[in-house]
């Protein structure tokens, strides 16, 4: 059975998504821990509801860079981490992290990359940017995570029509339940490709 580590920042729906993946047989994996910048968040109520260990590892509490990479790395380890999922994480991955699990970070990002990706594109800027664009579909896209900001290779994606009167609001809702059913699909195709 492989390890997932989860890394959140917020309300955690993708989170809880993945947790019932597994609790509905659905991905055959085990979520050893669960990874937050911040203390007081949604996602690490629901870590404990579902009995999952969480750690709170910010980079404010350290003076060298080096020492937080390590902080992270060591958790990573103690987790048994076999693969990496981003939901909802707005903290940059440091170098180190990527070069040790080359190949198994994915992240959801709420647009069909590479459309509204990069540098400002999160949370309601990217349906935002979508709907003044007036793009007729958007979407999300799960990828894999590399150096360079939402750029690594793209595994699966969905799309969603954009319509006429919408909101930012409403597209966003749009857009995350169909990330909530494509996230855990192509975790669960993933791991089944990791040796
Ligand atoms: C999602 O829209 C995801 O695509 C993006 O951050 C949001 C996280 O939402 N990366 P939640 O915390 O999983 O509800």
Do not use: W
């Not at 580590?5 to 809880?16: D, E, L």
């Not at 350290?62 to 060591?74: M, N, P, R, V, W």
């Not at 290779?153 to 969603?160: A, D, F, H, N, Y």
Request: glycine share 8%; proline share 4%.
């Amino acid at each position: 059975m492989k390890n997932i580590v989860v890394f959140a920042s917020g309300g955690g729906s993708n989170f809880q998504s993945v947790i019932n993946a597994i609790s509905s047989g659905k991905l055959e994996a085990k979520i050893s821990g669960l990874i937050t910048n911040k203390t007081g968040i949604k996602s690490i109520e629901r870590a404990r509801r579902n009995n999952i260990a969480s750690e709170v590892i910010s980079k404010k509490e350290f003076s060298e860079y080096a020492d937080y990479e390590k902080a992270l790395l060591e958790q990573l380890q103690s987790f048994s981490a076999d693969l990496l999922v981003l939901a909802g994480y707005l903290r940059k991955i440091p170098d180190l992290i990527i070069e040790s699990y080359e190949g198994r970070i994915l992240n959801i990002h709420p647009s069909l990359l590479p459309k509204y990706g990069g540098k400002g594109f999160y949370g309601l800027n990217v349906h935002r940017a979508v709907i003044e664009n007036g793009d007729k579909e958007s979407g999300c896209t799960v990828h894999l995570v590399t150096k360079i900001y939402d750029d690594g290779p793209v595994l699966g994606q969905t799309k969603v029509p954009v319509f006429e009167n919408d909101t930012p609001e409403l597209l966003a809702a749009r857009v995350l339940e169909e990330e909530h059913i494509l996230y855990p699909k192509i975790i669960s195709e993933y791991l089944k490709k990791l040796d």
